[in-house]
C-alpha cells in the first residue's frame, strides 16, 4: 500500500514534462518563426543602393525599431565603424622614363644610405656598409683581399660601381674592390638593382652602386679620428672644410695599418704559429673644391689612394717574399650653368690605375696599367605643360696595357 503512492509521484513529472514541451514547440511555430521572417525580410540581399557602400537593417522585432531602419552612406560608416585594416588611398600615377627625374619618379627601386649607417662604417670599407645595410651579396675574402658585389645572380663585373655618375670599376677586371673604397670618403651612397644600362653604359645589369662626394659649400670644420683594434690595426682619419660666400674646399683623408699576425695551427707540424709577411698599409686622399658663378657652379674632386699588401703565400712557404702594389689616381671635374633658359651640365673623368706584383723569390715582376678619360654634356629645360626638354651627349676613351 505504501509503495503504490510512491510509484505514482514518479509519473507526475513525466508528464508535465511532456506538456512543457508540446507548449515550447507550439509557441515557436505560432509567434517566433514569423516574427524571425519578418526580419529577415528586411534586409534584401538583392538590394542596390548606389550611394552606400553597404546596407545596415535592423534585427529588432521591435515596430519602433523597424520605422528607424536607415542606410548609412560611406562617409557616416567611417565615422561609425573601425576601420583600422582599411586603406583609402588617393589615385596613383606611375611615371617611367629615360630622363634624369628625382629618386620617387625612378621606374627601379633606389636605396638611399642615411646620414647614420654613413656616420657609423665612416672608418670602414663600402663593403662593410653593403654587407649589413643592403640586400646585395658581398664575397669578402678577408683583409687584403678583393671584395666584389653581385645581385639579381648576376656577375660582380655586371654592377657598376659609379662616383659623380662615372665608373669606377677596374679597367682590367670590369668589377670594382669595394675593400678598397672608404666610407669616410663619401657623404651620400645609393643602391639600385634596377637595369640602368641606358642611364648609364653597358655593364650595369645587375644594378648600380652610386657613390657622392660633394662637401663644397658646408661650414668650416675639422675632425680628427684615431682608432685601433686587434692584430696591429691602426687607423687615422682628418676631416676638414673650409666655406665662405663663392669659395669652398674641403679635404679628407684615411691611412691605415694591419699587422694581420694572427695566431693559427700549422696542420703539417701541429704547432700554434704566427701568420707573417701579411701586413698592409693603405692610404687615401680626396681634395674637393668649388667657386659659384653668377649663374652656376664650379667643382673639381681629386681622389688618390695607395695601397700595399704582402703576400703571405702557403703556410709552408720558409720566406714569402710577395708584394702587391695599387695606386690610383682619379680627377672629376664639372661645371653647372645656365644659357637662355637652358641649364649645362658639362662634367669630365680621368683615372689612371697602376698595378704591381712582385715575387723577387720566383723573379716575378707583373705591371698592369689603364687609363680611362670620359667626358658628357647634358643640356635640360624646365618643363612647361606635357613637354620635358633635355638631351646629353658622352663620350671617352679607355686603354689597358700589361
Known amino acids: 500500500m505504501d509503495y503504490l503512492p510512491s510509484f505514482s509521484h514518479l509519473f507526475v513529472p513525466v508528464n508535465v514534462l511532456r506538456i512543457n514541451r508540446f507548449v515550447i514547440t507550439a509557441l515557436f511555430f505560432v509567434i517566433i518563426l514569423p516574427v524571425a521572417s519578418v526580419a529577415a525580410s528586411m534586409c534584401d540581399p538583392e538590394s542596390e543602393f548606389p550611394e552606400a557602400g553597404f546596407q545596415v ?16 552612406d560611406t562617409k557616416a560608416a567611417i565615422e561609425h565603424f573601425p576601420t583600422s585594416d582599411t586603406l583609402y588611398l588617393d589615385e596613383i600615377t606611375i611615371r617611367s622614363t629615360r630622363i634624369l627625374k628625382p629618386l620617387h619618379y625612378q621606374p627601379v627601386d633606389v636605396q638611399v644610405m642615411d646620414s647614420l649607417d654613413l656616420e657609423r662604417y665612416g672608418t670602414g670599407a663600402l663593403s662593410n656598409l653593403l654587407a649589413t645595410r643592403s640586400s646585395l651579396f658581398i664575397r669578402d675574402n678577408g683583409p687584403g683581399g678583393l671584395a666584389s658585389l653581385t645581385q639579381r645572380g648576376l656577375s660582380s663585373n655586371q654592377t657598376r660601381v659609379l662616383w659623380g655618375g662615372f665608373p669606377v670599376n677596374s679597367l682590367s677586371l ?29 655593364g650595369s645589369l645587375g644594378g648600380t652602386v652610386w657613390l657622392s662626394s660633394n662637401h663644397y659649400g658646408h661650414e668650416n670644420k675639422l675632425n680628427l679620428d684615431q682608432s685601433t683594434g686587434a692584430f696591429d690595426t691602426w687607423q687615422s682619419r682628418i676631416r676638414a672644410g673650409y666655406s665662405n660666400n663663392r669659395w669652398s674646399a674641403s679635404v679628407r683623408g684615411i691611412y691605415r695599418t694591419a699587422e694581420n699576425n694572427f695566431s693559427f695551427i700549422n696542420q703539417a707540424t701541429g704547432e700554434t704559429e704566427k701568420r707573417n709577411h701579411n701586413a698592409g698599409r693603405t692610404g687615401h686622399l680626396m681634395v674637393e673644391g668649388g667657386y659659384k658663378l653668377p649663374n652656376g657652379l664650379i667643382h673639381t674632386n681629386i681622389w688618390y689612394s695607395d695601397r700595399r699588401e704582402e703576400i703571405p703565400g702557403i703556410v709552408l712557404a720558409i720566406s714569402p717574399e710577395a708584394v702587391q702594389n695599387n695606386n690610383v689616381f682619379r680627377w672629376l671635374t664639372g661645371l653647372e650653368t645656365s644659357l637662355h633658359g637652358w641649364k649645362l651640365n658639362l662634367s669630365s673623368y680621368f683615372e689612371n690605375d697602376d698595378y704591381r706584383y712582385e715575387d723577387p723569390s720566383w723573379d716575378i715582376d707583373s705591371r698592369v696599367r689603364g687609363f680611362r678619360g670620359l667626358a658628357g654634356l647634358d643640356v635640360s629645360r624646365p618643363s612647361t605643360g606635357w613637354v620635358v626638354w633635355q638631351g646629353g651627349i658622352s663620350g671617352g676613351v679607355e686603354r689597358v696595357e700589361t
Not at 537593417?57 to 548609412?72: L, M, W
Not at 672608404?182 to 634596377?194: A, H, I, Q, T, Y
Open 57 to 72: 537593417c535592423s534585427r529588432s522585432i521591435s515596430p519602433a525599431a523597424i520605422e528607424h531602419t536607415q542606410i548609412i
Open 174 to 202: 670590369g668589377q670594382a674592390d669595394i675593400s678598397m673604397i672608404p666610407m669616410g670618403l663619401f657623404n651620400s651612397v645609393e643602391v639600385s638593382p634596377g637595369t640602368p644600362s641606358s642611364a648609364f653604359g653597358g
